[in-house]
């Protein structure tokens, strides 16, 4: 079975910093796709950025990057010129290559953008 | 666009009644699953469909039962509600086959059993 873990349930940033949010995880598996999903106060959920587990290179997607580090199993958020818009319940997702799309999930971790 | 919706964003219902939680997508696509969602617990699979009338347990089935009569619609059933079950629901839905898609999300059922 795999686990996720976000450790940190709070954070902030000013507009226009960037953060980082953490995310660990537990698997057996070799090959597998990593998510991190946003779900702001509409509660739509969003996909904001992929990671396929067999590539080297970091995803990112305009503001939004990732590190991800395999041997470590962790895999990071990074926003760049964080806005108000950012503000949102982040979800680190896991999904095995055949696992018929199934996610798991973390905890979460709750980032406000302050003005 | 994909749109994967619920029938209710609020339900309150009463302690032992029979509750139903309705999705349906319109991208016909052949994954379904039912998530709940609490505080610092996340997102948690409580049963996932590849097919109509297919059912797979998810990591929390116990309580919940589902339907899957049409490819569109999956039903999340709760036999005899109790107050442990007053959670934030999630219906997800993905196409089987490419197995690094996303999955979409309806906007959730926050259901409070009194």
């Known amino acids: 079975a795999q686990t996720v873990t976000q450790s940190q349930p709070e954070m902030s940033v000013q507009e226009a910093e960037t953060v980082t949010l953490s995310c660990t995880y537990d698997t057996s598996e070799n090959n597998y796709y990593l998510f991190w999903y946003k779900q702001p106060p509409s509660r739509q959920m969003i996909l904001v950025i992929r990671q396929e587990a067999y590539k080297q290179q970091n995803a990112t997607e305009n503001r939004f990057s990732v590190n991800f580090q395999k041997a470590a199993k962790s895999f990071s958020l990074k926003i760049s010129d964080s806005q108000l818009g950012d503000t949102a319940m982040y979800f680190c997702a896991f999904m095995k290559h055949e696992g018929g799309n199934m996610l798991t999930f973390g905890g979460g971790t709750r980032l406000m953008v302050k003005p | 666009d994909v749109k994967v919706t619920q029938s209710s964003r609020y339900l309150v219902k009463r302690t032992g009644e029979k509750v139903f939680l309705e999705c349906v997508q319109d991208m016909d696509h052949e994954n379904m699953f039912w998530y709940r969602q609490d505080p610092g617990l996340g997102l948690r699979l409580i049963y996932f469909s590849y097919d109509v009338k297919m059912k797979e347990k998810g990591d929390i089935p116990e309580g919940y039962s589902v339907s899957r009569e049409k490819k569109e619609r999956f039903s999340l059933i709760l036999e005899s509600a109790s107050t442990n079950q007053t959670s934030m629901y999630l219906c997800?839905?993905?196409?089987?086959?490419?197995?690094?898609?996303?999955?979409?999300f309806g906007q959730g059922t926050r259901l409070t059993v009194v």
């Open positions: 997800a839905s993905s196409p089987r086959h490419i197995s690094n898609t996303e999955a979409f």
